[in-house]
């Protein structure tokens, strides 16, 4: 089946830190992977996506480039700020019975203090 | 744009009773997606809606739950009777279709309590 795992949290850093956010995916096919945030209170938000292996998206200093011979899509961000603190959900999108569907995964919450 | 707005944001109710969530979605998205979010479970896709026909609904839990959508720019989703293990994030999406590259733009959510 079609399926996301990531790392699970809580993850604390300090301002100015590297981040990775670690996730993998099983599919059939050729998914296209997203990063979505949810900051407090919000709903989910777009933070990036990429179609195909070896596309690199990117988007307010992230990063997830898609691997498909390891089968990941880490995210990473080079210096974090306190404004990143949100949970970050890695997901996939699949093709289903003419439809596209996405699964997420269960969300990994960043904390980042001054 | 005002995006996906959802009613109310908080709910609290007894076992038993009905909840209905409500959710507009963005004008001219044609498709809309209703989630369930928990602690142990994730984000799960309930049921999702074309041009306003259920396409999908394999994700709703049982027959408790219902959705509706009666015209391009309302849906509702219902939980007749409620139970405490339904307390849950519940959000919305919309986009402009099921197919292609398109992006999910989600409501801010219903946070549902059910004592």
């Known amino acids: 089946g079609n399926s996301v795992t990531q790392m699970e949290g809580p993850v604390t850093l300090s301002e100015e830190a590297f981040l990775t956010i670690n996730c993998t995916y099983t599919?059939?096919?050729?998914?296209?992977l997203f990063w979505y945030v949810q900051y407090p209170g919000e709903g989910l938000q777009l933070l990036l996506k990429?179609?195909?292996?070896?596309d690199k998206g990117s988007n307010k200093g992230f990063e997830a480039t898609y691997r498909k011979e390891t089968t990941s899509f880490h995210l990473e961000k080079g210096s974090v700020q306190v404004s990143d603190s949100a949970v970050y959900f890695c997901?996939?999108?699949?093709?289903?019975?003419?439809?596209?569907?996405?699964?997420f995964g269960k969300g990994t919450k960043l904390t980042v203090n001054p | 744009d005002a995006g996906v707005i959802q009613s109310p944001r908080h709910e609290v109710t007894e076992m038993g009773q009905e909840v209905t969530l409500r959710c507009k979605p963005i004008?001219?998205?044609?498709?809309l997606f209703w989630y369930r979010q928990t602690m142990m479970r994730g984000l799960e896709l309930l049921i999702y809606?074309?041009?306003?026909?259920?396409?999908?609904d394999s994700g709703m839990p049982e027959d408790r739950f219902s959705a509706k959508m009666p015209n391009a720019s309302f849906s509702t989703l219902k939980i007749q009777p409620s139970e405490p293990r339904d307390s849950a994030v519940y959000f919305c999406?919309?986009?402009?279709?099921?197919?292609?590259?398109?992006?999910?733009?989600f409501g801010a959510g219903t946070r549902l309590s059910v004592l």
């Open positions: 999406a919309s986009s402009t279709h099921i197919w292609g590259d398109n992006i999910q733009y």
């Open positions: 599919a059939t096919g050729y998914p296209s």
């Open positions: 990429a179609t195909k292996a070896d």
């Open positions: 997901a996939l999108r699949f093709s289903q019975g003419g439809s596209e569907k996405l699964v």
């Open positions: 004008s001219g998205h044609n498709s």
């Open positions: 809606f074309n041009n306003n026909v259920p396409i999908d």
